[in-house]
C-alpha cells in the first residue's frame, strides 16, 4: 500500500512560481505522475517520471515552464512550476503506479493522493 500526501500548493500571481511536492509512504513506486483538474474540467495529464528520472514526459501546455523530479531516498516527487498562468489554476493530484507504465493516463495509477489547490490570478 501507498499513501501520498501533497504539498505546496497557494495563490499565486501569473508569472510566478511554485513548487508542489508529494511525499510518499511505503513501498517506492516505478512511475509517478502529477494531474491536474481544473473547475468543471475532467482530470488530465501534467508529467511523469520514471525510477531513476531518466524519462520525463509533459502535456505540450507546460512543457518550458514545469520540471517534474524525485528524490528515492526521501520518496518524494517534485514538480517545479513556473512562468504560471491563470489557465494552470487546478486541484493538483500526485499519482503512483506499481508497475513500469507509460503514465499519460489515470487507469495507469494505483494510488492517488489528496490534491493541492493552485490558483493563479491575472
Known amino acids: 500500500q501507498v499513501q501520498l500526501v501533497e504539498s505546496g500548493g497557494g495563490l499565486v500571481q501569473a508569472g510566478g512560481s511554485l513548487r508542489l511536492s508529494c511525499a510518499a509512504s511505503g513501498r517506492t513506486s516505478p512511475t509517478m505522475g502529477w494531474f491536474r483538474q481544473g473547475p468543471g474540467k475532467e482530470r488530465e495529464f501534467v508529467a511523469t517520471i520514471n525510477l531513476i528520472g531518466n524519462r520525463r514526459d509533459y502535456t505540450d501546455s507546460v512543457k518550458g515552464r514545469f520540471t517534474i523530479s524525485r528524490d528515492n531516498v526521501k520518496n518524494t516527487v517534485y514538480l517545479q512550476m513556473n512562468s504560471l498562468k491563470p489557465e494552470d489554476t487546478a486541484v493538483y493530484y500526485c499519482?503512483?503506479?506499481?508497475?513500469?507504465?507509460?503514465?499519460?493516463?489515470?487507469?495507469?495509477?494505483?494510488?492517488w493522493g489528496q490534491g493541492t489547490q493552485v490558483t493563479v490570478s491575472s
Open positions: 499519482a503512483a503506479a506499481s508497475g513500469v507504465v507509460r503514465g499519460r493516463t489515470t487507469y495507469e495509477y494505483d494510488y
